[in-house]
């Protein structure tokens, strides 16, 4: 089973800094991830998939990257709303289309 | 507006079992692979099952294959989620959640882009 490991568990940031997510497969998943974003009593919702194309509506400070075992969600600018959890998720095995474990974003 | 709205949810025995429903709305419904997805609060989520377009594929995370099996009606744009043997790692907030493709497999594009607001599911003695 693939596992994603995220990295920092932690990114404490101030906003209109740049953040870098990582997130590592234990195999290949070619392209085939996905970033989510979850704030506190809602629930995920997708930032982008394909490792790099932004989901209907998602702000263009936010950009995914990387291919086979390593990418990275960057948010340019951190905006006040940008403060959150940010997971990701494999879809080149199945089942099942594990998530990582995910990064929290917090104001520093 | 596109919307996904479970129900079922509830406090249930061990051993037991529990139906979960989801009912959707604003899209064609009978385009899309759906899924259900738990988390435990204060933890991430975990992807549980899936099921493509048209049923003819359907999946399940190791620790429910067996027990829990999915389902979809395309004429009441529903999909269920049948959880037997109901043991209490089962605890947690199952989201019902739309597929970006119509698909479910090894190497599939896409995403999971709307999510439901979630049922909670309680397995306590």
């Known amino acids: 089973e693939i596992v994603l490991t995220q990295s920092p568990a932690t990114l404490s940031l101030s906003p209109g800094e740049r953040a870098t997510l990582s997130c590592r497969a234990s195999q290949s998943v070619s392209s085939f991830l996905a970033w989510y974003q979850q704030k506190p009593g809602q629930a995920p919702r997708l930032l982008i998939y394909?490792?790099?194309n932004r989901a209907k509506g998602i702000p263009a400070r936010f950009s995914g990257s990387g291919s086979g075992t390593d990418f990275t969600l960057t948010i340019s600018r951190l905006e006040p709303e940008d403060f959150a959890v940010y997971y990701c998720?494999?879809?080149?095995?199945?089942?099942?289309?594990?998530f990582g474990q995910g990064t929290r974003v917090e104001i520093k | 507006e596109l919307q996904l709205v479970e129900s079922g949810g509830g406090l249930v025995q061990p051993g037991r079992s529990l139906r979960l429903s989801c009912e959707a709305s604003g899209f064609r419904f009978d385009d899309y692979a759906m899924h259900w997805v738990r988390q435990v609060p204060g933890k991430g989520p975990e992807w549980v099952s899936g099921i493509s377009w048209n049923s003819n594929r359907v999946g399940y995370v190791d620790s429910v294959n067996g027990r829990f099996t999915i389902s979809r009606d395309d004429a009441k744009k529903s999909l269920y989620l049948q959880m037997n043997s109901l043991r209490p790692e089962d605890t947690a907030l199952y989201y019902c959640?739309?597929?970006?493709?119509?698909?479910?497999?090894?190497?599939?594009?896409?995403?999971?882009?709307?999510w439901g607001q979630g049922t909670m599911v309680t397995v306590s003695s």
């Open positions: 959640v739309k597929d970006v493709g119509p698909l479910v497999g090894a190497t599939t594009f896409g995403g999971l882009d709307i």
């Open positions: 394909d490792a790099s």
């Open positions: 998720q494999q879809r080149a095995y199945w089942p099942p289309w594990a």
